[in-house]
């Protein structure tokens, strides 16, 4: 039986949105200067600021429900990686580039349902976040869903990379759609929907745009689940260790 109030719940999910947008704004960032052109190294930058923006937005919150002063700084760099709640597909390796966009693919087009859904919370402040956040997440999904297209009808090479990409981070996705007890609390409380709802929605997105691209979702595999509550991959750790260097290194450092 949980013994998590609401106000706990909605913390820890306000730490979820931020660490899935933190995450994987890190992964893109380390795209900088290392794009496959230049207006693709542009446009992924930019994707790396619009989540570090949603996530800034997400702790501002969870600091506000804390109620023990700390910043939003304090709460994205100052936890260790059980602290973390974010789903595993996000901290994946950037891998080549069909890889990336393949993981923008299939994050955003998730993130487009949950966003929609939480902008109809019964939470203003949380429905008012989402609702700002959602514009930005349909451009990310139209920019990955068009790459993943072109990719995936191009070249032999680059069907053969998109499909990979596809086949390792299938495994990742149903952890995204994970109810704990952070859910079942505020599913209780009437703010927010059963999430794992969102699955066939998400999964017939998915299934239209691999069509597009000739690709195969895979027939077989364990799925991997966890972040949610806080286990992950050995990938985070190392993310870790460069996004929070600073702020250990430099207690307190601001700009």
């Known amino acids: 039986m949980s013994t998590m109030n609401t106000k706990e719940a909605l913390y820890n999910f306000c730490l979820r949105l931020g660490d899935n947008n ?3 704004g890190q992964r893109l960032a380390e795209w ?21 923006g949603q996530a800034e937005f997400m702790y501002e ?30 901290e994946q390796p950037n891998g080549d580039f069909a890889f990336t966009m393949m ?34 997440i349909k451009y990310h999904l139209r920019h990955s869903s068009e790459w993943v297209i072109r990719l995936g009808n191009g070249t032999e090479e680059s069907r053969i990379r998109a499909q990979q990409a596809l086949n390792e981070l299938w495994w990742y ?24 709802g969102l699955y066939p929605k998400w999964k017939s997105s998915v299934e239209e745009t691999l ?11 364990h799925m991997y689940k966890g972040g949610y509550d806080g286990n992950h991959t050995e990938h985070l750790g190392h993310i870790l260790c460069e996004l929070q260097y600073l702020q250990r290194a430099y207690p307190g450092a601001k700009w």
């Open 22 to 24: 933190l995450i994987l």
């Open 32 to 52: 900088c200067s290392n794009g496959p052109i230049l207006e693709e190294d542009l446009a992924m930058t930019n994707l790396s600021l619009d989540h570090f």
């Open 61 to 90: 919150y969870a600091a506000e429900l804390e109620g023990k002063n700390r910043t939003a700084d304090d709460i994205a760099y100052l936890r260790n990686e059980r602290g973390y709640f974010n789903s595993l597909i996000t």
């Open 103 to 136: 993981k923008q693919l299939l994050y955003s087009t998730f993130a487009k349902y949950l966003y929609e859904t939480l902008s109809a919370s019964s939470d203003k402040r949380l429905s008012e976040l989402a609702a700002r956040a959602l514009k930005e």
């Open 173 to 196: 996705t149903a952890d995204m759609f994970v109810v704990n007890e952070t859910d079942k609390e505020l599913i209780k409380a009437q703010i927010i929907t059963d999430l794992s």
């Open 211 to 221: 069509k597009l691209a000739n690709l195969t979702i895979p027939a077989h595999g």
